[in-house]
């Protein structure tokens, strides 16, 4: 009862790009980076009273280790009708992606050391540039953004993370590093630019949760 | 490019080589001016290579003879002199092409590769922008007597889109660095006029630099000055207002007050109107996403000349991977992308032009607008 979709054509790559923020979130940090190499397949379901189920495999690569790649199934969900609940997501990562354990402790070690909270904005650049010391931060919007993309994607629109606009640390008393981000998510079927506040919470043994999220008022 | 040693005979043969120079504005070595050509002396003329065959078939058919005095004048600049790491000095002076540049210096830019390359191009004025300012192109022409058919293309369309007008100022540097060296491009010049134009909304590219970094439209202001820009790419005559635009100014995708309510898009249409019999391909430049989109945006029933088109983007795109292994998909943006209408791309089509092309440049959402300046090269180079 599942379509086969061609991979290449919007409604597939839609719902690739909902999957791979949820991704992004579930399983990105300060040293993994998730992007989506290749979709490979796409079918969908229309499930009655239900929603519409696309069942995606990816092949994903770790951006700062770009030589291997991992494949991945992915199920999205789409709830029929309503527009203010995410879609429901699945994923199956098939083998390992590397460790980044001894990254995610100095970067922890180095974050909680800073006499002053971080505090740094436009990552990257205009030029596209990204100091090598901010690489962690960026990859930590993308798991804040990976969220509020998985959150918000419906079948009629495709997010990207276009720049973090703002990025500042707030000191905790508990373990976890707080980051409140401002970023830019960049919608390709309004093309519009929309910014949207983050609040994430992170550690390198519980890894990421999302305390709060809202969309912005345009400011720039 | 080779010298060649010719002595004419008769007076008619001297009548002839004089045409000849004149009409292929050839490089008189010896005498320095035509009217000095004499019978019974000794002549060298030194002929671009793209015209080698041509000037002896000419020699020929007057039975003047002629001998190869320099077979290859490059290689003997290049024996007598240290060569130039970066060959850029002799097309543009310096110009860094890794590099983002603002407005103030693409003006610049344009002008310098006219001056140094006067023989093949010249700069043309197409129109304003809303903000009043000049939008050139450049023609890469090479002097013939034989009609040439145009290839045009457009960069910088959406202000955020940045290596758009980095990959056309690449691209003419391309031609002119390469142009006697590379058969492939001598033989492309021999028989094509290519029109490149860097920067279409410039008032835009202006603003993503000096306010806004991911500013899309142009910059004329509706509704009382509170609300600016129309996306260009929507104000085009192709079933205008139709789908995929919004009729709020507040919107990216606002398509204006009506087809072609944009000076920008006014100069452009009437421009590719004006030569339209003679221009075999349109093609538009944009980031991101790695596609080559063909026509349409506004239906998926395919274009009349749809095998064609889709033959020829799949090879591009084939030649594309072939260099760094960059993907990129191939097909209509109805299908690929979204439903969108006014699209220059489209219209260009729907006027009679039959390959007309938008390339989606680097990367698929990794950097997005925001394309670091080391991928400029390889983005460029695999596009070329």
């Known amino acids: 009862r599942a379509m086969e979709l061609p991979p290449g054509h919007f409604p597939a790559a839609r719902a690739a790009a909902a999957a791979l923020g949820y991704l992004r979130y579930l399983r990105g940090g300060p040293g993994r980076g998730l992007h989506l190499r290749e979709l490979r397949r ?76 971080l505090v740094a904005e436009n990552i990257p650049d205009s030029h596209g540039n990204v100091p090598p010391e901010l690489e962690p931060i960026h990859l930590l919007a993308w798991v804040a953004s990976g969220y509020v993309i998985w959150q918000n994607s419906t079948e009629n629109t495709k997010l990207h993370l276009a720049q973090v606009k703002h990025v500042k640390q707030v000191k905790r008393s508990d373990e976890d590093l707080q980051f409140d981000f401002v970023v830019l998510l960049h919608e390709m079927v309004s093309q519009e630019v929309l910014p949207w506040q983050v609040t994430l919470l992170w550690h390198p043994q519980h890894g990421a949760r999302v305390s709060q999220s809202r969309a912005a008022g345009a400011g720039s | 490019d080779e010298v060649l040693h010719v002595v004419p005979e008769t007076f008619q043969q001297v009548q002839h080589l004089q045409l000849l120079c004149s009409t292929f504005m050839l490089d008189l070595r010896k005498p320095l001016l035509p009217e000095d050509i004499r019978a019974g002396e000794d002549l060298h003329i030194r002929v671009p290579a793209p015209l080698e065959q041509e000037v002896k078939n000419s020699l020929d058919q007057h039975m003047i ?87 045009w293309m457009d960069c910088g369309i959406h202000a955020r889109e940045w290596i ?178 006014g699209s220059s791309r489209d219209w260009a089509h729907m006027i009679g032009i039959p390959l007309s092309y938008t390339f989606e440049l680097r990367d698929t959402g990794t950097h997005g607008f925001v394309l670091p300046p080391d991928q400029i090269q390889p983005t460029c180079e695999e596009t070329m």
């Open chain 1, 42 to 117: 796409a079918r969908r379901q229309d499930i009655d009273d239900v929603g519409h189920k696309y069942y995606l495999e990816l092949e994903l690569e770790d951006v700062l280790d770009k030589d291997s790649t991992v494949s991945c199934t992915a199920e999205v969900l789409y709830h029929l009708g309503s527009k203010s609940s995410a879609p429901d997501v699945q994923v199956t990562v098939q083998g390992e992606l590397r460790s980044t354990e001894q990254a995610d402790k100095e970067f922890y070690n180095r974050i909680r050391s800073l006499e002053k909270e």
């Open chain 2, 65 to 151: 003879s002629y001998r190869v005095l320099i077979p290859d004048v490059q290689k003997l600049v290049d024996q007598s002199m240290p060569r130039e790491r970066s060959s850029n000095r002799q097309v543009s002076g310096g110009y860094v092409y890794t590099k983002y540049h603002p407005m103030e210096e693409i003006y610049q830019w344009m002008t310098q590769i006219q001056k140094n390359n006067s023989e093949l191009v010249t700069q043309h004025i197409l129109g304003k922008t809303f903000e009043g300012r000049t939008m050139y192109y450049l023609q890469i022409s090479q002097p013939s007597n034989k009609p040439k058919k145009i290839i």
């Open chain 2, 164 to 341: 758009s007008p980095a990959f056309c100022q690449w691209f003419v540097k391309e031609i002119l660095q390469n142009y006697n060296t590379d058969p492939k491009i001598s033989r492309f010049l021999q028989n094509l006029d290519l029109y490149v134009l860097p920067v279409l909304n410039i008032d835009g590219y202006i603003y993503s630099w000096e306010k806004d970094r991911l500013w899309r439209k142009s910059r004329s202001p509706y509704e009382n000055g509170t609300c600016y820009g129309t996306d260009l790419n929507r104000n085009f005559n192709s079933s205008w207002g139709s789908v995929g635009v919004s009729f709020n100014c507040s919107s990216d995708v606002f398509c204006g007050s009506g087809p072609e309510s944009e000076p920008e898009t006014k100069a452009v249409a009437q421009f590719i109107k004006s030569k339209k019999s003679d221009i075999l391909c349109y093609l538009t430049i944009h980031s991101y996403g790695q596609l080559i989109l063909t026509p349409y945006g506004s239906t998926t029933k395919p274009p009349s000349n749809n095998e064609e088109l889709m033959q020829v983007a799949k090879e591009a795109a084939a030649a594309l991977t072939g260099k760094y292994g960059t993907s990129y998909r191939v097909g209509s943006t109805a299908l690929i992308l979204y439903n969108n209408s």
